[in-house]
């Protein structure tokens, strides 16, 4: 770490292959960076991406000491989720006590360092409207875990599976399954990329 950069405030987005694509040109991270450029603010913020693509919340857990706290972030947004849903009907997903358990495990630890937290909810699997998707009740189940965390462990919470959901009844014209906010009902395309950016600006408050 450069002298210029240890005051900067640092902050880093823990997540996912969501977050790990959050770095390419197109992806938000990439936005947010340029939106910083803009403003005239890069030197006063800098972001750091630690998304490992396939990871759930344990595998989170795992690298939490050596991607995080190593880091030294004054803030971190986590967006964790689609994984441990998504894998559950191949068998290796994580169960919503489990994921409830972990989860907090990492907020516990990262707490104890006065580090400000940002929950971010998980976003889709599939863009059908009106909660047709296979997966929508386990997500629905899951971001309610997080929202509830975010109330009782005192951590900002940005309700992206919310915003998403909310974009799709308006946006989702002919109940597409993919296309709209996702390439593959997962991983984000241009506009997806732009409405998280656009949601996550809201933490350069802080």
Not at 14 to 23: A, I, R, V
Not at 188 to 196: A, D, F, H, K
Request: net charge neutral; aromatic share 10%.
């Amino acid at each position: 770490m450069t002298k210029q950069s240890f005051h900067k405030k640092r902050i880093l987005f823990f997540g996912d292959s969501l977050t790990q694509y959050g770095k390419l040109p197109e992806g938000y991270i990439s936005l947010l960076t340029e939106y910083l450029k803009s403003n005239n603010l890069s030197d006063q913020i800098e972001l750091v991406g630690a998304g490992v693509g396939g990871d759930k919340v344990y595998d989170l857990y795992l690298r939490l000491e050596s991607d995080v706290l190593n880091q030294h972030p004054n803030i971190v947004v986590i967006l964790i989720g689609i994984n441990d849903i998504w894998h559950k009907s191949s068998g290796i997903g994580t169960d919503s006590i489990k994921f409830k358990r972990f989860y907090e495990a990492i907020i516990d630890k990262i707490q104890t360092y006065n580090i400000e937290l940002f929950l971010a909810t998980p976003t889709l699997i599939g863009e059908l409207k009106n909660l047709q998707n296979t997966q929508d009740f386990d997500l629905e189940m899951y971001a309610q875990i997080i929202r509830d965390l975010a109330t009782t462990k005192n951590c900002k919470l940005i309700d992206l599976r919310k915003i998403f959901i909310n974009y799709i009844q308006q946006h989702n014209t002919n109940n597409n399954l993919l296309g709209v906010l996702t390439t593959d009902k997962v991983h984000l395309n241009n506009q997806g990329n732009q409405l998280v950016a656009e949601n996550f600006k809201s933490i350069f408050s802080i």
